[in-house]
């Protein structure tokens, strides 16, 4: 059973800084990119940052400069440092990674975490 496990959410001041973590665990074969989306009330889930298994990243123009994305293979993990929040940030984040899992090696599947709220408000 594979498994993405968020954390790090919670409130912040604007201008504030969060950092989150999305820890992968299961009968895991490898994992392709990893990347963090985010979803807020009444809008549709959008990507935020991906970061390919070499470390190759990219980001939302709304997030460049103040959002870093960064992954530990060891570990299966990803990392997202959001310096500078804006009240405009404020949604749940969700964890995605591309992977292959022990029990079906021959492709990829797509998994989600089940997302933590970050609140950006004074």
């Known amino acids: 059973q594979v498994q993405l496990v968020e954390s790090g959410g919670g409130l912040v001041q604007p201008g504030g800084s969060l950092r989150l973590s999305c820890a992968a665990s299961?009968?895991?074969?490898?994992?392709?990119?990893m990347g963090w989306y985010h979803q807020a009330p009444g809008k549709e889930r959008e990507l935020v940052a991906t970061?390919?298994?070499?470390?190759?990243?990219s980001y939302a123009d709304s997030v460049k400069g103040r959002f870093t994305i960064s992954r530990d293979n060891a570990k299966k993990s990803v990392y997202l440092q959001m310096n500078s929040l804006k009240p405009e940030d404020t949604a749940v984040y969700y964890c995605n990674a591309d992977l292959i899992p022990y029990s079906r090696r021959n492709r990829s599947f797509n998994y989600w975490g089940q997302g933590t709220q970050v609140t950006v408000s004074s």
């Open positions: 970061i390919t298994s070499s470390g190759e990243s």
């Open positions: 299961g009968s895991i074969f490898s994992i392709n990119a």
